[in-house]
C-alpha cells in the first residue's frame, strides 16, 4: 500500500489579493520621507523624475510579466533565473534575493520603534523595544504559521489601512493645487545628469519590493494568468500615487527639500494638526504592513531552493495541519528579530542596491532565454519582449554605475556563500520541469 501523502501548499491567494500583496510589498517607510530626497536633488522637476522611475521600473516589471506567467511553482526570480541559466545563477539570485529581502523588514521592523517613540518616547528603551519588537514579529510569524489565507487576509487589510492617508494627501493635495493654491514660485534646482541619475536610483527602490511578491506563486490561484495582472495593476497604482505624492509636497511646502516629515507637514498644511497625525499613524500601519507582506512572501524562497534540492531539505517541510512551509517561516521570522534588535543596517544599502540590480537585469535578460527554452510555455506574451529586455539590462547596467560600493566585501562574500553553497548541492540538481 503506498504511504501517506506528503502535505502541500495551498492554492488561496487570489487576483486581486496577489495584486494587494505586491502593493503592499513595494509600499513601505520611503514614501514617508523620500519626497523631500527627491526634492534636494532635483527641485521642482521631482515629480518628473517620479513618473521617469516609474517607466524604467515599468519596462522591468514589464519583462517580470511575461517570465512569471510561465511558471506555477514557488520561487520567484531564483526560479526564473535557475530554469534561464542553470543552478549556479539560480542559487546566486536566490541568495541575493533571500538577503535582500530579510534585511530591508528588519531595518523596517527597528523603524517601527522609531516612529512609535514620537508616540511614546520609552518605546526606544531597551526593554520595551525588545518587548515591541519581539510581540510585532512574533504575530505576524504565528498568523502566517496558521495558513496563508490567514497571511493574505491581514496583507490585505494592511494594503487598504496604508492607502487610505497616503490617497488622502494625494487627493487632497491634487484638489488645493489645480485650485490655484499652493506656492508662488516651487523651488528650482540646478540639477545635472548625476543628480537626476541619483534621485531615479532611489526612486527604483521606492517601486522595488514587487519581487518577493512573485515568491508564492505556488499558493496562487491562476498564476499564469494573475502575475502580470497584479504586476502591471500595482505598477499603475504606485506610479499614479508616488507621483501625485510628489507634485503635491513640492507644490504645498516652501522648501521641500529639508522637510524631516514632508507628508506629515503636508498634510498638517491641508488637513491642519489632525491631518499630521493620522499621518504619522499611517507611516506606522505601512510599515507594519510592509512586514506582513514579507513574512508573507519571503519565507518561500528557503522554501523553493529546498524544494529543488538547492538548500537543506528541512526548510522544504510543510506543516501537515496548515499546509505552510513552517521552518522557513520560523527561520525568517527568527533572523529578522535578530537583525532588527542589531539595529546595524548601514551595510544593507549597499547590499540592496546591487543585489536588486543583479536580479532585475537577470531576470530581463531570462526573457529571450525562456522563449527560447519553453516556446510553448502558456501565459503572457509581452509584444516587443526582446527589446524591452535589452532596455531593462540596459537601465541596471546605467543605474549600476552610481551605486556605492564601499562596503562591497559583504556582497563578495555573499556571493562565495553561493558558489560554495552551488559546490555542495550541484549533484542534486533537479531541473525545471515546467509541465
Not at 489579493?17 to 523620500?34: D, E, R
Not at 496563508?148 to 487598504?160: D, L, Y
Not at 501537515?320 to 532588527?340: E, K
Amino acid at each position: 500500500m503506498p504511504g501517506p501523502s506528503r502535505p502541500t501548499l495551498v492554492r488561496a491567494i487570489g487576483r486581486w489579493s496577489l495584486a494587494a500583496l505586491m502593493v503592499n510589498s513595494i509600499i513601505g517607510s520611503g514614501i514617508f520621507g523620500l519626497p523631500s530626497s527627491i526634492a534636494g536633488l532635483v527641485g521642482a522637476a521631482s515629480p518628473w523624475a517620479v513618473l521617469i522611475a516609474g517607466l524604467a521600473v515599468g519596462v522591468i516589471m514589464a519583462c517580470y510579466a511575461e517570465v512569471a506567467s510561465q511558471f506555477s511553482s514557488t520561487g520567484g526570480p531564483y526560479l526564473y533565473a535557475r530554469a534561464a541559466f542553470g543552478q549556479l545563477l539560480g542559487i546566486e539570485t536566490g541568495w541575493l534575493l533571500w538577503l535582500a529581502r530579510l534585511t530591508a523588514p528588519a531595518a523596517n521592523a527597528n523603524l517601527f520603534v522609531v516612529y512609535l517613540g514620537e508616540f511614546w518616547p520609552h518605546a526606544k528603551d531597551p526593554v520595551p523595544r525588545f518587548a515591541i519588537l519581539t510581540l510585532l514579529i512574533g504575530i505576524l510569524v504565528v498568523v502566517n504559521l496558521l495558513g496563508v489565507r490567514a497571511g493574505t487576509q491581514v496583507s490585505n487589510a494592511f494594503t487598504v489601512a496604508k492607502l487610505l492617508p497616503l490617497l488622502a494627501v494625494a487627493v487632497g493635495g491634487a484638489l488645493y493645487l489645480t485650485a490655484g493654491h499652493g506656492i508662488a514660485s516651487p523651488p528650482t534646482s540646478a540639477s545635472g545628469t548625476g543628480s537626476w541619475l541619483k534621485a531615479i536610483l532611489l526612486l527604483v527602490f521606492a517601486y522595488g519590493g514587487f519581487e518577493s511578491a512573485l515568491t508564492p506563486m505556488g499558493e496562487v490561484k491562476n498564476p499564469q494568468r494573475d502575475a502580470a495582472f497584479a504586476l502591471l495593476s500595482a505598477l499603475a497604482l504606485c506610479t499614479l500615487l508616488y507621483t501625485t505624492i510628489q507634485w503635491t509636497v513640492v507644490g504645498v511646502l516652501a522648501n521641500p527639500a529639508h522637510a524631516a516629515r514632508p507628508l506629515a507637514d503636508t498634510a498638517r498644511h491641508l488637513f491642519g494638526p489632525t491631518g499630521a497625525s493620522i499621518v504619522a499613524v499611517g507611516a506606522l500601519v505601512s510599515i507594519y504592513g510592509y512586514l506582513s507582506a514579507n513574512l508573507l512572501a519571503v519565507p518561500r524562497i528557503t522554501f523553493a531552493l529546498a524544494e529543488r534540492g538547492d538548500f537543506p531539505r528541512f526548510f522544504a517541510a510543510v506543516h501537515p495541519r496548515f499546509h505552510t512551509p513552517y521552518i522557513s517561516i520560523l527561520v525568517f521570522g527568527f533572523l529578522t528579530l535578530g537583525l532588527a534588535l542589531a539595529a546595524n543596517f548601514e551595510w544593507n544599502l549597499t547590499l540592496s542596491a546591487v543585489a536588486r540590480l543583479f536580479y532585475y537585469g537577470l531576470v530581463c535578460a531570462a526573457l529571450p532565454v525562456l522563449r527560447k527554452k519553453q516556446p510553448h510555455a502558456g501565459g503572457f506574451r509581452l509584444p516587443g519582449g526582446p527589446y524591452f529586455a535589452i532596455a531593462g539590462v540596459m537601465s541596471c547596467v546605467v543605474l549600476g554605475t552610481r551605486v556605492d560600493y564601499i562596503g562591497s566585501y559583504i556582497l563578495g562574500a555573499i556571493v562565495l556563500v553561493g558558489v560554495v553553497n552551488w559546490w555542495v548541492v550541484r549533484r542534486r540538481d533537479i531541473p525545471y520541469d515546467p509541465s
